[in-house]
């Protein structure tokens, strides 16, 4: 049972634009959510989490947007670079311990 | 954060060999963890690296096909043993805080 979920295998953004990358989860226990972005060949980097006692969270170009009644977390990316093409992967904290539950990850283009 | 290094950074193995993955931490940290990513697929959690004690692994994994040592605070060894072109994937080495969780580089692992 997938507990975190990306249904969006890969998106494809034109340079400039927003991208929003779409994650939902299952477990209303979950008290953080992160966003990771992984190149080929490199282990994921940490881009910005949420806690779950929050609904908005901004970094830079970067926002992280909690519904928690709707079991939603949005990443927005604004505005998109050619940089920012990598796979997004949302995880989420289950509280009991430091083991995240991962998304299956969105493949980001960003098209010139 | 910390900054971690694995070794090697890539391999190709014969089925029915070994290899051994090590995993360098510039700090020391409490919980380490191994992780595999198979082409296509979302990160998945092999086991818990416990210093001083046996790892903890996941469903579907087993310490005579993936022993693990942690002798110390900023050390974890993964092997991979009698392999088999499933076991063809990316390793992840990965430490975690109570909010975040970082990862290695990965090992590019290749079973012919």
């Known amino acids: 049972d997938q507990q975190v979920k990306q249904n969006s295998p890969s998106l494809s953004v034109q340079e400039g634009r927003i991208s929003i990358l779409n994650c939902d989860y299952t477990?209303?226990?979950?008290?953080?959510f992160l966003w990771y972005k992984k190149y080929p060949a490199e282990g994921p980097t940490f881009l910005i989490s949420?806690?779950?006692i929050k609904d908005k969270n901004e970094d830079g170009r970067f926002t992280v947007f909690l519904n928690k009644s709707a079991k939603h977390l949005s990443l927005h990316i604004v505005p998109s670079q050619p940089g920012d093409s990598a796979v997004y992967f949302c995880?989420?904290?289950?509280?009991?311990?430091?083991?995240?539950?991962w998304g299956a990850g969105t493949k980001l283009i960003i098209k010139p | 954060s910390a900054v971690i290094s694995q070794k090697p950074s890539r391999d190709i193995c014969q089925r029915g060999t070994s290899l051994t993955i090590q995993c360098q931490v510039d700090?020391?940290?409490?919980?380490m963890f191994w992780y595999r990513q198979q082409p296509g697929q979302s990160l998945t959690l092999i086991a818990t690296?416990?210093?001083?004690?046996?790892?903890?692994?996941e469903s579907g994994f087993v310490i005579d096909k993936f022993p693990i040592s942690r002798p110390n605070l900023t050390f974890s060894t993964l092997t991979v043993s009698n392999m088999s072109p499933e076991d063809s994937s990316i390793y992840l080495c990965?430490?975690?805080?109570?909010?975040?969780?970082?990862f290695g580089p990965g090992t590019r692992l290749t079973v012919t």
């Open positions: 949420i806690s779950s």
């Open positions: 690296a416990n210093q001083g004690s046996e790892a903890t692994y």
């Open positions: 700090s020391q940290v409490t919980m």
């Open positions: 995880a989420a904290h289950p509280g009991s311990n430091y083991q995240l539950i």
């Open positions: 990965s430490v975690a805080n109570v909010t975040e969780q970082y």
């Open positions: 477990n209303s226990m979950f008290d953080y």
